[in-house]
């Protein structure tokens, strides 16, 4: 299987701030990287996919790079409603992985 | 717009089988651009994937539950659904369907749509 990691697990931040989120892969994975955002009694939302890309919907003040083992997810300047818990999740192979998880709280 | 709504029991008693069914609206579980997946969450704890089926019936299972879990569809309901046998109180969590992109295509995949979550607790 294949194992992500996720750093920080928790972050406190600013409305307007920016914060990147790290997820890194125990192997290569080219660009097949997924990003999401969950809120408390929420299902998880798609926001970024094969690493890059913007889900349709989701504002631009969200980014992802990376490629192979190292990923990030960028949140240009931090808004309310970003206050979540974010996952990284692999689409590579089977079986599907997320990462820990990132919990973005209220500074 | 593709909604997926899970219905099923909220309490299993410990050794018995869970069943759950992911009901989709405006959208064909028939389309072969998809697979259609179940994915559970402890309280507050992380997302593990359970397993997928695609249109022609061919499944993939996490390793983990594999011994346990099946998941078939109804095409003609388009609904698919989950059994896990044996329950014990770790199988305890929030279960969510969702829409699983073919990762051969552009977007290389992702769970872009999900049902709202049911919660099962497994107690006598």
């Known amino acids: 299987d294949i194992q992500l990691t996720q750093s920080p697990s928790s972050l406190s931040a600013s409305v307007g701030d920016r914060v990147t989120i790290t997820c890194r892969a125990s192997?290569?994975?080219?660009?097949?990287l997924n990003w999401y955002q969950q809120k408390p009694g929420k299902a998880p939302k798609l926001l970024i996919y094969a690493a890059s890309s913007l889900q349709s919907g989701v504002p631009s003040r969200f980014s992802g790079s990376g490629s192979g083992t190292d990923f990030t997810l960028t949140f240009s300047s931090l808004q309310p409603e970003d206050f979540a818990t974010y996952y990284c999740?692999?689409?590579?192979?089977?079986?599907?992985?997320f990462g820990p998880g990132t919990k973005v709280e209220i500074k | 717009q593709v909604q997926l709504q899970e219905s099923g029991p909220g309490l299993v008693k410990p050794s018995q089988t869970l069943s759950l069914t992911c009901t989709v609206s405006?959208?064909?579980?028939?389309?072969?651009?998809?697979?259609w997946s179940w994915i559970r969450q402890p309280a507050g704890k992380g997302l593990e994937w359970i397993g997928r089926?695609?249109?022609?019936?061919?499944?993939n299972y996490n390793p983990s539950l594999r011994s346990r879990v099946t998941i078939s569809a109804d095409t003609s309901k388009n609904q698919f659904s989950l059994k896990l046998n044996s329950m014990t109180a770790a199988d305890t969590a929030v279960y969510y369907c969702a829409r699983d992109r073919h990762s051969v295509g552009p977007t290389l995949g992702g769970f872009d749509y999900w049902g709202q979550g049911t919660l099962v607790t497994v107690s006598s």
């Open positions: 192997q290569s994975i080219g660009s097949y």
């Open positions: 405006g959208g064909s579980i028939s389309s072969g651009s998809y697979y």
């Open positions: 999740q692999q689409s590579y192979s089977t079986p599907k992985t």
């Open positions: 089926i695609y249109t022609s019936g061919s499944t």
